[in-house]
């Protein structure tokens, strides 16, 4: 039960920081078709089962949300 507790507590805080910080990047329209491909790209990769390519698209994705994290 207590597993089950925290993890539906995280799953709350994770839910608004992704809320939160897709509203931050996406605030600069030039990101906007960025973070989409990136999304694209990691499907892509892991259909492929090419790991450097979906860890690629992780890192890009990523970098958006560093860039935004303190904004």
Do not use: C, P, W
Request: aromatic share 8%; net charge positive.
């Amino acid at each position: 039960r207590f597993i089950i507790d925290n993890l539906q507590a995280l799953t709350v805080v994770m839910d608004r920081f992704i809320k939160d910080m897709r509203s931050k990047i996406l605030s600069d329209n030039e990101n906007k078709f960025g973070l989409m491909a990136s999304h694209t790209e990691i499907v892509e990769a892991l259909k492929k089962g090419d790991r450097r390519a979906a860890r690629n698209a992780l890192d890009i994705h990523f970098k958006y949300i560093e860039d935004y994290m303190d904004k």
